[in-house]
């Protein structure tokens, strides 16, 4: 049953596709997993060696039961087809990595990303306009479409690295996507602004926790870039969707502190040559492990924790402007 109107599913069909979604991700992952390729573990990363040999790549897994339950269950118009088809791209340039044996180069990936985040950009003003409103100070911002153009691009390649960087301990990034997410979800039902995205929010979820299943320490197979990459797409595209990209600052605090420090560290000292953070490690889950000796358990809940309190806090103010 596949829609092409705008809207959102009602009752059962809804209902629906959010079992199905769950169902069909822990499924699919049970008969797959043994066919992805194998982690080679990570030289630099805490622990990283530990990953060696497990299943990479199982992003492919749940965002594909992602795009096809999206497509059956949702009222899927042109604007979220292609959002959903940038996703998929997002997700099979990071799995065509996760499968290659030499791991593809940081320029390589960084102008994928690019390119993907201008195909999001383009999308995005075609069928919107450039403006945003902000749901603290209930303002509105018309900026032109160049600038915004620019700025939506930033975004989805922030969103889409911050993410990445943060996959490095069991269940971490797929934890703080769920929260990232549902915070904006949220918001969205409070301002009245649901629309298809809203929906799908729901559905995307659902998919990572049938990935978590397996994911949660000791995990069982990794996402790798496949599932990282895409669900840092999905953060901004969300927070594009509610009519104010600027909550993806405090929606996704944790995840921009944890993968966005080092990302900025390895900038300033590659390009510009300043050293900054010389005594912390990056990104900060590799921090907290190895020198503040918490277990991935206790980085994985204390990070999630920050997170929820950020997210509260943020609905509160938004609800006090309605």
């Known amino acids: 049953m596949i829609y092409f109107f705008t809207g959102q599913p009602q009752g059962s069909i809804a209902f629906i596709g959010i079992l199905a979604a769950f169902i069909l991700t822990c499924f699919t992952t049970s008969k797959f997993a043994d066919l ?25 897994i749940f965002i594909l039961v ?12 042109l604007e979220n087809s292609l959002y959903l088809l940038l996703v998929f791209a997002a997700m099979l340039t990071g799995f065509l990595d996760d499968a290659s044996k030499a791991p593809w180069g940081e ?47 930033i975004l989805v390649w922030g969103s889409i690295n911050v993410t ?35 929906y799908f929010i729901l559905i995307f979820a659902v998919c990572i926790l049938g990935y978590l299943w397996f994911n949660a320490t000791p995990s ?17 595209v969300a927070a594009l969707k509610s009519g104010d990209p600027l909550l993806f600052i405090p929606a996704a605090f944790v995840l921009i ?6 990302l900025v560290k390895v900038f300033l000292l590659r390009f510009l040559k300043i050293r900054i953070l010389k005594n912390v490690r990056t990104p900060l889950h590799d921090q907290a492990r190895k020198v503040s000796g918490w277990s991935n358990t206790q980085t994985v809940f204390r990070f999630a924790i920050i997170q929820l309190v950020i997210s509260m806090a943020v609905i509160y103010m938004v609800i006090n402007r309605l």
């Not at 993907?116 to 209930?138: C, H």
């Open 257 to 262: 502190m944890d993968g966005g420090l080092g």
């Open 164 to 198: 990445n960087c943060s996959d490095g301990v069991d269940g971490l990034s797929g934890t703080l996507t769920i929260i990232t997410i549902m915070t904006f979800y949220v918001i969205d039902i409070m301002r009245g602004t649901e629309s298809n995205i809203t």
């Open 66 to 77: 992602f795009c096809i339950v999206s497509l059956v269950f949702g009222k899927v118009d």
């Open 220 to 236: 069982k197979l990794l996402m790798g870039d496949a599932g990282s990459r895409a669900m840092g797409l999905f953060i901004a």
């Open 36 to 60: 992805l390729p194998k982690d080679l573990g990570r030289d630099f990363a805490f622990d990283g060696k530990k990953s060696a040999g497990k299943p990479r790549g199982a992003g492919i």
């Open 107 to 153: 320029y390589k990936k960084g102008l994928l990303d690019l390119l993907i985040a201008a195909g999001v950009a383009g999308v995005y003003l075609y069928f919107n306009p450039s403006s945003i409103t902000f749901a603290v100070f209930d303002f509105t911002l018309v900026i032109p479409p160049v600038v915004f153009a620019i700025l939506t691009m």
